[in-house]
């Protein structure tokens, strides 16, 4: 009998194909919107979480700056400063830490040639490397030993290597920073774009020594950045940062730190939840669609049994049962919503995988709201297509045989 029934539902849907397939579109483009929606935002937040990421595992950042100062709040970066003996001591005294590195930056336009580019110059001690996982193509990272001795050497990013030595190798040539000659030692391997559409190729580093005294003449650290050895140690190694700095900046109980310390993982928890939430937004707007689609399903289906009333009626006079005819349409309407459900997922899927290499975001398919949106789809099409079958099986045999 259900055999039956499906057969019918495909004999009536492919009568009117035109309306059959407008009836679909609803349910194609819900289904679709869903999957592509979610995808996109799964992949959104992986490449969020890379990208913070790639400038290290296991992170904490120490900025100046976050002390109460005449009832306003001091930003980070600001107001009181950080030194390069604060980030010794802390190397020095707080266990469970595995590199320190000091540093600071500001923006200068290089000269090479008859060449010039504008990049940010970053001040920092060689270990910054390891820390930000960056490698080096070509040359070397400078020594401890150039640090020590302030020797204007640098370290740069594929993108400042392109635009100031378009022709050849930079490594031995020399670069002006702020019209102070720099002899380059090496190039890092490019590392592309991060989430937000920043360079991370676009970069110069200095030795931090070499940046504080004989480029930008100041005594004090904009941020030191710690890596930890694992992830266990890091809220033990933030708090003991925290009583160390607070010690050495004289500071009583009861006051505000004049330093603000971020742990790298609960900057990415927060950006996850942040890319989740908009995810859901996106999702729940996209479903919206899918409801769109259920009501001309009902609409469709109306309209089929005012249509087919005469031949309801025939059915009925031949035998047909109240579950019979309410079954045929049930079956048609189910069978819309599996088939613009199933239609939709690969629509969908074609269009999130398109859509993230265009993007540049990881693919990312969500199985769960793959199933849930084809499963829903089918629930649509049985929940609105209820009251069109049950309409048509109440049809009285003899009044649907005179129906003109």
């Given at each position: 009998m259900l055999k039956e029934c499906i057969k019918m539902a495909f004999e009536g849907m492919l009568s009117n194909k035109l309306r059959t397939f407008l009836t679909m579109l609803g349910i194609i483009i819900g289904v679709g919107a869903v999957i592509a929606m979610v995808s996109?935002?799964?992949?959104?937040?992986?490449?969020?979480?890379?990208n913070?990421?790639?400038?290290?595992?296991?992170?904490?950042i120490v900025m100046s700056g976050g002390r109460t100062a005449n009832g306003q709040r001091i930003a980070g970066g600001s107001g009181a400063h950080l030194t390069y003996d604060d980030a010794k001591a802390i190397e020095k005294?707080?266990?469970?830490?595995?590199?320190?590195?000091?540093?600071?930056?500001?923006?200068?336009?290089?000269?090479?040639?008859?060449?010039?580019?504008?990049?940010?110059?970053?001040?920092?001690?060689?270990n910054i490397i390891d820390i930000r996982n960056y490698t080096i193509k070509t040359g070397r990272m400078y020594t401890e030993k150039e640090l020590t001795s302030r020797d204007r050497v640098c370290v740069i990013g594929q993108t400042v290597a392109d635009n100031l030595f378009p022709e050849g190798d930079p490594v031995g040539k020399t670069v002006r920073i702020n019209k102070a000659p720099f002899r380059v030692v090496g190039v890092l391997n490019s590392k592309g774009q991060s989430s937000m559409g920043q360079d991370q190729d676009d970069v110069v580093f200095v030795p931090l020594t070499t940046a504080m005294q004989r480029l930008m003449g100041i005594t004090y650290i904009r941020n030191i950045t710690i890596q930890c050895e694992n992830e266990n140690t890091i809220e033990q190694v933030q708090s003991d940062v925290v009583t160390l700095l607070r010690q050495r900046h004289k500071i009583r109980t009861g006051e505000d730190d004049d330093f603000s310390v971020r742990n790298l993982a609960e900057i990415i928890k927060t950006a996850q939840e942040t890319t989740g939430s908009i995810t859901l937004l996106l999702a729940i707007i996209a479903a919206i669609s899918l409801l769109v689609g259920g009501i001309g399903i009902m609409n469709i289906m109306l309209v089929s049994v005012t249509e087919r009333t005469r031949e309801i009626g025939i059915r009925k006079a031949l035998g047909a049962t109240y579950h019979d005819?309410?079954?045929?349409?049930?079956?048609?309407?189910?069978?819309?919503?599996?088939?613009?459900?199933?239609?939709?997922?690969?629509l969908g899927t074609i269009v999130s995988v398109i859509a993230?290499?265009?993007?540049?975001?990881?693919?990312?398919?969500?199985?769960?709201?793959?199933?849930?949106?084809?499963?829903?789809?089918?629930?649509?099409?049985?929940?609105?297509?209820?009251?069109?079958?049950?309409?048509?099986?109440?049809?009285?045999?003899?009044?649907?045989?005179?129906?003109?």
């Open positions: 996109l935002g799964l992949g959104m937040q992986e490449k969020v979480k890379e913070i990421s790639s400038m290290g595992s296991n992170l904490l005294n707080v266990d469970g830490i595995k590199y320190v590195a000091p540093g600071v930056q500001s923006s200068y336009q290089l000269v090479a040639g008859n060449q010039n580019w504008n990049t940010q110059v970053q001040g920092m001690t060689p005819i309410l079954l045929q349409f049930l079956v048609e309407s189910m069978v819309i919503g599996v088939t613009g459900g199933t239609t939709g997922m690969i993230a290499r265009i993007i540049g975001w990881p693919i990312v398919i969500s199985v769960l709201a793959t199933i849930i949106s084809v499963v829903f789809s089918v629930g649509i099409g049985l929940f609105f297509g209820l009251y069109p079958a049950k309409k048509a099986a109440l049809l009285d045999p003899i009044d649907a045989l005179r129906y003109e």
